[in-house]
């Protein structure tokens, strides 16, 4: 390979690819017109090898532990930050100033509530419905009731949508949260921050005023930080693949929050928590270890190992941090807290986790956190959704605003039967 192009040498043909650079990260062999050339396509199910998009939101370093929004550390986001100017660095690639923070503030503030028409979709769902199946139908059904704002080839109106999405998530949320438990929904308020109006339209009834912790607002706006965006993942590339075929932005999302659910994109909050449940104790941590350790037992410690990370993962860091405030914050001590940091001192001390490069992830002390703040465990994964609403209108407005653009279409190595000829059932 030369500098700026990589050779191939197939069927006894050999093709020049341009090798392209980003800012930071692995370069990239441009294989866009190896079909035309030699007629092979490449393989790579699971896209371990490739870039699908080029894309300046996100960079994550998964040997170092590096996670850049717009350039910036995840850290000093969610330490110095506040999601409403994440959202917006996100959306617009550059800090707002103080008056443009305002500003977007406001304009988030007041697209929160929803439609009166939409509350009756609720109904329609049984009470024990996952609020994660609720979230699927009533953010797809969005679609059909902000006409204005779904011509995605006008760019007044996709800012509209990122606005309109961003701004509803916490409501509907925190219905769905409502319907499950039978309370009524609570209205959204626009003298509070986006996180603490949705803990005031989640644990809030009509009843009595509901007061925002502060400490608590604060971890939850940190939590939404931490989850904003994460590069090209599952369902970020599901939201752009619809996306790609001109799909409106609230069906897109839509399409994200189903790729979302699924158990290995998100989920293992939930089953770190469970498993730390069925810990119990730091004496019983050996027997745990040694489970995951064995290679005839499915056991895996949940919350440890990433695709991309091969060092802690900069969000978990943050979220261990985390969990002391919320404590502190709500005077309670979840003893599972003292199992969690023993489990991770052992493992982190044990050459099967350190060999393999398994650390703990951002879901590691998550469900612990949004236990403490009085979440049932169905709502982890719509918190996740909520929170990543930015991250996927913002890569879906990267890609619908490139020139470039093409509809997502992959190719297959076709393994079927040859061409055959029909057979009447008759003679079969
Ligand atoms: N406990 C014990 N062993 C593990 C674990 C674990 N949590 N994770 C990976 N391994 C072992 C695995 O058995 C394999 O061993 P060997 O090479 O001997 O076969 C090796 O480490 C590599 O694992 P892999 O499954 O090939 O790695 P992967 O990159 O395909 O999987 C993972 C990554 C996250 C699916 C995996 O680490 C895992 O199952 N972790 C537990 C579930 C979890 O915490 N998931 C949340 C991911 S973070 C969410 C997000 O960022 O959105």
Redesign the pocket.
């Known amino acids: 390979m030369s500098d700026n192009q990589a050779t191939l040498t197939a069927d006894g043909q050999t093709v020049d690819m341009p090798v392209r650079s980003g800012t930071i990260g692995p370069d990239v062999v441009d294989i866009r017109k190896l079909y035309a050339q030699t007629g092979l396509f490449t393989y790579d199910p699971g896209f371990t090898s490739t870039a699908s998009c080029d894309s300046a939101i996100t960079y994550i370093d998964g040997d170092e532990g590096v996670l850049l929004h717009r350039g910036y550390p995840i850290g000093q986001l969610a330490e110095q930050s506040s999601f409403m100017e994440v959202c917006y660095l996100l959306l617009n690639g550059e800090l707002p100033s103080a008056a443009e923070l305002t500003k977007f503030s406001t304009t988030i503030s007041r697209h929160t509530m929803v439609h009166e028409q939409l509350s009756s979709f609720f109904s329609g769902f049984r009470r024990d419905a996952h609020p994660m199946a609720i979230m699927c139908g009533v953010v797809g059904a969005l679609s059909a009731f902000y006409h204005d704002s779904t011509d995605i080839a006008d760019a007044e109106q996709r800012r509209i949508s990122a606005h309109r999405l961003i701004a509803k998530m916490p409501t509907i949320a925190a219905m769905a949260f409502k319907y499950s438990v039978g309370q009524p929904f609570v209205y959204p308020r626009n003298d509070l921050s986006y996180a603490g109006n949705f803990l005031r339209m989640t644990f809030g009834v009509p009843a009595e005023e509901y007061e925002v912790v502060p400490a608590v607002e604060k971890a939850m706006d940190r939590i939404f930080i931490l989850h904003a965006d994460?590069e090209q993942?599952a369902s970020t590339s599901t939201v752009r693949l619809a996306g790609s075929s001109g799909a409106n932005p609230f069906a897109c999302v839509a399409a994200g929050i189903a790729c979302l659910w699924g158990p290995?994109?998100?989920g293992?909050n939930e089953?770190?928590l469970n498993m730390l449940k069925e810990i119990g104790t730091p004496d019983k941590i050996p027997e745990y270890i040694a489970r995951?350790k064995d290679k005839n037992d499915p056991f895996?410690?949940?919350?440890?190992?990433?695709?991309v990370y091969k060092n802690y993962d900069p969000r978990a860091t943050v979220m261990q941090k985390t969990v002391r405030e919320v404590f502190d914050a709500l005077n309670v001590n979840d003893p599972l807290f003292e199992t969690a940091l023993e489990l991770e001192h052992i493992a982190l001390n044990d050459p099967y986790f350190v060999d393999?490069k398994?650390f703990p992830?951002?879901?590691f002390y998550s469900g612990i956190i949004l236990s403490a703040i009085g979440f049932p465990t169905t709502m982890f994964t719509v918190l996740f959704a909520l929170a990543r609403t930015v991250g996927w209108v913002a890569q879906w407005n990267e890609m619908i605003s490139d020139p470039g653009q093409k509809i997502g279409r992959p190719r297959q190595l076709y393994t079927g039967p040859a061409e055959r000829d029909y057979i009447p059932v008759s003679n079969r």
Do not use: I
């Open positions: 994460h993942n290995a994109h998100v293992a089953a770190a995951a895996r410690l949940m919350g440890f190992g990433h695709r393999k398994l992830n951002v879901d």
